[in-house]
């Protein structure tokens, strides 16, 4: 029997109804802090209005965002610049195989520091220097491998997206 997703979420032992999506949030490092409040419950964990997370962190949150950025592209060129050089084709195509080489890197990179560093450390290189961790907003707890990818998977489609154009 199958059921649709139209029909309302079956309860879990407490009798909340079971989520179907867990999303990442950022929040600061030092909030992570073991909490009693159990009337915050209906609260998802790090939403603006919950006060298990008081510090601010959008700014933070940009901040990190362009650290990671600008080490990813950057990490991308200092291995792409020699693999140019090694004299693979003419003259002229070193700076295509330079712009290249530095895509294909910056892909890798990116998925080496937003899943897997992520998922072992909790954070980013930017949201480590920033004292930003990524929880789920469900429970509270680390994010898993899953949805580290998953998020990162969105990301490259928005991405690509974009670059494509309507």
Not at 47 to 64: G, Q
Not at 71 to 99: K, M, N, Q, T, Y
């Amino acid at each position: 029997m199958s059921t649709s997703s139209a029909e309302p979420p079956l309860p879990d032992g407490a009798g909340r109804p079971r989520r179907t999506s867990v999303e990442l949030v950022a929040v600061r490092r030092r909030d992570l802090v073991p909490s009693s409040a159990a009337a915050l419950e209906h609260v998802k964990h790090g939403a603006k209005n919950d006060p298990r997370y008081p510090s601010p962190r959008e700014l933070r949150s940009v901040i990190s965002f362009a650290i990671d950025l600008v080490a990813h592209w950057a990490l991308a060129f200092l291995i792409a610049f020699p693999v140019s050089r090694l004299g693979i084709g003419s003259e002229s195509f070193a700076p295509v195989l330079l712009v290249l080489a530095a895509l294909v890197l910056f892909v890798l990179v990116s998925f080496v520091d937003r899943v897997l560093v992520q998922s072992v450390f909790g954070a980013t290189v930017g949201k480590a220097l920033t004292g930003l961790r990524m929880i789920r907003d469900d429970t509270g707890g680390p994010g898993t491998l899953w949805l580290f990818l998953r998020n990162w998977l969105l990301s490259i489609l928005v991405v690509v997206g974009a670059a494509l154009g309507p």
